[in-house]
């Protein structure tokens, strides 16, 4: 499936990017190329192919979500720029 150069310009507008013109043309080709192979794709025959979203099974790999020990005050508040007295200052975000 042939890329025409406009194309190619109109793609290059939205994404907001400048080619020259040597560009505009390698660039045609390529995109050309790349359609060519999901032609070839497309013709391939997937009927005793289960359908899947991935490729790879997927494992969760996180630890169990199991309660632990915490910082006391003092130990978090360390290296708070600003403090008053146990709590963190931070400034005021909004408007009264």
Do not use: Y
């Amino acid at each position: 499936m042939p890329i025409e150069e406009s194309q190619v310009k109109h793609i290059a507008s939205l994404a907001r990017i400048s080619l020259s013109e040597t560009e505009i043309e390698s660039f045609a080709q390529q995109l050309s190329d790349i359609l060519d192979q999901f032609e070839v794709l497309q013709n391939l025959d997937t009927t005793n192919v289960a359908p899947t979203a991935h490729v790879a099974g997927l494992d969760n790999v996180l630890r169990d979500d199991e309660p632990g020990t915490s910082l006391d005050s003092e130990r978090s508040l360390l290296n708070a720029p600003q403090r008053r007295g146990d709590l963190f200052q931070v400034r005021a975000v909004l408007d009264e």
